[in-house]
Structure formats: structure tokens, C-alpha cells
């Protein structure tokens, strides 16, 4: 599975970014779509996660600011990011990964600390927040 991502960019501290990932077609029924990022000198952050069956979950540095959603019939994921913040500066990705194994790393790809392996992922979109 492919994996593109668009809608990055620069913002002012405050503002917003919706960011876009398209999958190419896969007939997976059960899977696990997240975004993660990383910035320089800091390690990798897995920060929303949704499955299959609609349930999402978010690391507590973007919860309330940040919305995972998805459009399972046109195979896309969606970043909502409101109020951003100069900290969230950083490459953006969106990561896939399939099988019934995929609900669990859903839930807990988003605790700290986690390093989840991904079966797909995209090539990522920068997202600079300035103060």
C-alpha cells in the first residue's frame, strides 16, 4: 500500500493546517492509520491513531487541538491541527499498518515511549509553526 501526503506548510503560532494522506486501494478490512512526526534532535512521536472501526486515539501533547478523521471510501486520512504551536514543528507522517494485530497497535502507538512498526508509511510533509 501507498501512502502520499499533502497539506503541510508554514503557519503563525495559533493557526491551523489540515493536513491530507491518500492511500492507493487495498482490501484490507481490519487496519490501523496514524499519523507520526519527527523533528530534528527529537525522537519520533506517534501522536493520533484511528482503526477500522472508527475508534481513534491521540497522544496527550495534541489532544484538543488535533482531529484524525477518515474517508474510507476515497482511501484518505485527515489532520485537522488547530492551535498550533512552535513545538509542533516537525516532518509529518502518515503510516498504515493491516490485520487484526493492527487494533492493538492502534491504541497503543499513541502511549510514550511507544516505536510501532508500520507496515506503510508515506514520505512526509513538513509542518513549521513560528512564534
Known amino acids: 500500500v501507498r501512502l502520499v501526503e499533502s497539506g503541510g506548510g508554514s503557519v503563525q503560532a495559533g493557526g491551523s493546517l489540515r493536513l491530507s494522506c491518500t492511500a492507493s486501494?487495498?482490501?484490507?478490512?481490519?487496519?490501523?492509520m496514524g499519523w507520526f512526526r519527527q523533528a530534528p534532535e527529537k525522537e519520533r512521536e506517534v501522536f493520533a491513531t484511528?482503526?477500522?472501526?472508527?475508534?481513534?486515539y491521540y497522544a496527550d501533547s495534541v489532544k484538543g487541538r488535533f482531529t484524525i478523521s477518515q474517508d474510507n471510501t476515497a482511501n484518505m486520512l485527515f489532520l485537522q491541527m488547530n492551535d498550533l504551536k512552535p513545538e509542533d514543528t516537525a516532518m509529518y507522517y502518515c503510516?498504515?499498518?493491516?490485520?487484526?494485530?493492527?487494533?492493538?497497535?492502534?491504541?497503543?502507538?499513541?502511549?510514550?515511549?511507544?516505536?510501532?512498526?508500520?507496515?506503510?508509511r508515506g514520505q512526509g510533509t513538513q509542518v513549521t509553526v513560528s512564534s
Open positions: 503510516a498504515a499498518d493491516f490485520g487484526p494485530p493492527a487494533l492493538r497497535l492502534c491504541y497503543t502507538a499513541v502511549w510514550p515511549g511507544q516505536e510501532p512498526s508500520w507496515e506503510a
Open positions: 486501494r487495498h482490501s484490507y478490512s481490519t487496519y490501523c
Open positions: 484511528v482503526d477500522s472501526d472508527g475508534r481513534s
